[in-house]
């Protein structure tokens, strides 16, 4: 099977799928040559923005979100969440999605709801957020869709060192220990105003 051919299970598969999650990762490696991208980590680059939202729990940026108010979507219940002192942190299911992101000034969108769905419905109901960052090693394609359907920042991953990032996963890491093993974090935006980040941290 040849990579364009598996990119379109990224489309036709269900939700939640392996088919789905191939797919996507497919079409990633496609994009990795028409990407240009900038280094940087959006969650780390908050300016000015007191009321946060996001969909799905990002537990290891939440000591980024010094003396704010962040509201997260998860589709999985959790009852208690271990934030640093001085961020308050709400948590709301998926029906609640409309509550948590009515007034953020800044969402944050998880790039597993492009596998698990539900991304239509959230981008959807920001359309007066100002910043919409879809994010993830998920959301590492080209971004042009992304932003024709309300997304104002790409941030996914770039590999930089091949050999350590396998290293990495045969060893049991993934996510955030995997950017210490030759990954980057990255960026693309529509439009480099993005209120509530500076990126030039």
């Not at 939440?62 to 948590?91: H, Q």
């Not at 953020?104 to 919409?132: C, K, M, N, Q, R």
């Not at 990032?165 to 210490?180: E, I, M, Q, S």
């Amino acid at each position: 099977m040849d990579g364009l051919a598996l990119a379109e299970w990224a489309i036709s598969s269900p939700t939640g799928t392996v088919a789905k999650a191939a797919g996507i990762a497919a079409l990633n490696a496609l994009s990795v040559p028409e990407l240009n991208w900038r280094v940087g980590d959006p969650m780390a680059a908050i300016d000015g923005a007191d009321v946060i939202g996001t969909i799905g729990l990002f537990q290891p940026a939440l000591k980024n979100f010094d003396a704010r108010e962040v509201r997260v979507v998860e589709r999985e219940p959790i009852e208690e969440v271990d934030s640093p002192s001085g961020v308050s942190v709400s948590m709301f299911g998926p029906d609640e999605h409309e509550e948590a992101i009515d007034s953020v000034e800044i969402l944050f969108v998880t790039g597993s709801s492009l596998i698990y769905g539900g991304v239509d419905t959230y981008l959807h109901a920001a359309e007066t957020v100002p910043t919409v960052v879809l994010i993830g090693a998920t959301a590492s394609f080209l971004p042009g869709p992304a932003f024709e359907a309300g997304v104002t920042m790409l941030a996914g991953a770039q590999v930089t060192d091949a050999d350590s990032v396998r290293r990495g996963v045969r060893a049991g890491a993934c996510g955030t220990d995997l950017h210490n093993s030759g990954l980057d974090k990255v960026y693309v935006a529509a439009d480099y105003s993005l209120p509530g980040l500076d990126m030039r941290r």
